[in-house]
């Protein structure tokens, strides 16, 4: 994308061509063309998905992913710990666990 659209280093991340150069791509633009593709590839209620699906969603995706909590939180630009309401854990992880306690329970001396 650096190639096809060339843009100074000071520049946003996302960038689309405009009439006069390049102009960010705001929330409230890559949201609506978001809900667009959704709708066009037959996904359910697109209208619901906002740009907040996304940072929930990468914040659990990178915590699965084994991300540190702080790096989350940095890159979430979150300024508390409130990061951690949105995580998902997989049904994987949530078995992994209850089995771990088992054994240990298990493992206890009588």
Do not use: N
Request: aromatic share 10%.
């Amino acid at each position: 994308m650096i190639e096809l659209i060339p843009a100074h280093r000071s520049c946003p991340v996302f960038l689309l061509p405009g009439p006069s150069g390049v102009v960010p791509l705001s929330k409230r633009s890559f949201v609506s063309q978001f809900r667009t593709c959704l709708s066009h590839i037959g996904i359910p209620h697109a209208d619901r998905y906002r740009g907040h699906s996304f940072r929930r969603g990468a914040a659990s995706w990178a915590f699965s992913c084994g991300v540190p909590g702080e790096l989350i939180q940095l890159y979430g630009d979150w300024s508390s710990d409130s990061y951690k309401l949105y995580l998902e854990f997989s049904l994987k992880s949530k078995l992994a666990l209850a089995t771990q306690l088992r054994s240990a329970i298990v493992s206890l001396p009588l």
